[in-house]
Every structure is written in C-alpha cells, then in structure tokens.
C-alpha cells in the first residue's frame, strides 16, 4: 500500500471490509430487482458490481446475503455515490447506507 493511499485510508472514520457477497438491489419507486455481487462494506457504505447502470443520487434498497446461514442478510436504503462503468461492461457502484431494516 502506497504511503498516500494509507494517509487517505486512514481519514476513514470506519474500517472497510472486503465482502465477497451476493446482494440483491432493488429500485423502490419501479419494484425492480437486479443482481449485483458485493465488493466492500463498512458502517456507511457499500460497493458492489453488478449489469445495471444507477444514477448518482439514486435511492435503492440493498439485501446483502451472507454466506454463513447463522447470519440475517443485511438489509438497507442505499444512495448511489459513484458508479463507474467497467473495462467489461459491468458497473461498480458506491454509495451510503441508509437506515437498516
């Protein structure tokens, strides 16, 4: 790890953890459902990959599975921070968590 990317990691106030996790995301307003796969978690936020581009400011609702069945899936609003378009087509996407439900 860089020296800059550690100054930048360490202004986070929560840690980020590397999930590699299913999450099923949802559009409230359509009742649309896609598939995405998780790429990170902390308390705030979450990033995910998935085919289906989202708007920057765009609500949705997040069901991020756990592979161990003893865990309750972590269900969430969420709010698109970012969402880049991939070399492959695919879409990663950022943003915050909202209340958890």
């Known amino acids: 790890m860089s020296s800059i990317q550690r100054e ?5 106030d929560y840690i980020r953890m590397f999930v590699d996790a299913s ?7 359509t009742g649309n459902t896609f598939k995405g796969d998780s790429k990170d978690l902390s308390a705030t936020g979450v990033a995910f990959v998935t ?13 991020i599975s756990s592979t161990q069945s003893k865990l ?30």
């Open 8 to 12: 930048y990691e360490e202004k986070r």
């Open 23 to 29: 999450v099923e995301i949802t559009d409230p307003i």
């Open 51 to 63: 085919d289906n581009p989202f708007d920057i400011g765009q609500r949705l609702n997040v069901k």
């Open 72 to 101: 309750a899936p972590l269900e969430a609003d969420f709010t698109v921070m970012r969402a880049d378009k991939l070399d492959d087509g695919h879409y990663h996407v950022a943003g915050s968590i909202g209340n958890v439900n």
